[in-house]
């Protein structure tokens, strides 16, 4: 098993910056890639940026690209992604997780589920 827990949400103002962090604990030795997905009030999951245990980028969404930047440290075993100038949509419940890769929809494959950290960004 593997646990993974949140840590960096908060309020913010547009155009600011926040940081998240993730630290794994476990069996965690499976954990190929990891990641962060995000879910609004009313909208779907959205997969956000993926890291793969060599620190390759595999992924960033269109709607965070040249603003989030994740890393990776294995040997401390902590994923992260920087915010920098947020706009009120990117508020949502953002989730770390982790896996041996992602299926299509962006869920981790054989993966887990951090327990979510609020990000609010007002106008």
């Known amino acids: 098993q593997v646990q993974l827990v949140e840590s960096g949400g908060g309020l913010v103002q547009a155009g600011g910056s926040l940081r998240l962090s993730c630290t794994a604990s476990?069996?965690?030795?499976?954990?190929?890639?990891m990641g962060w997905s995000r879910q609004a009030p009313g909208k779907q999951r959205e997969l956000v940026a993926t890291?793969?245990?060599?620190?390759?980028?595999?992924f960033y969404a269109d709607s965070v690209k040249g603003r989030f930047t994740i890393s990776r440290d294995n040997a401390k075993s902590t994923v992260s992604l920087q915010m920098n100038s947020l706009k009120p949509e990117d508020t949502a419940v953002y989730y770390c997780n982790a896996g041996e890769g992602y299926y299509r929809n962006g869920h981790p494959i054989n993966g887990y589920w951090g327990q979510g950290t609020q990000v609010t960004v007002s106008s």
């Open positions: 890291i793969t245990s060599g620190g390759r980028t595999n």
């Open positions: 476990g069996s965690i030795f499976s954990l190929n890639a």
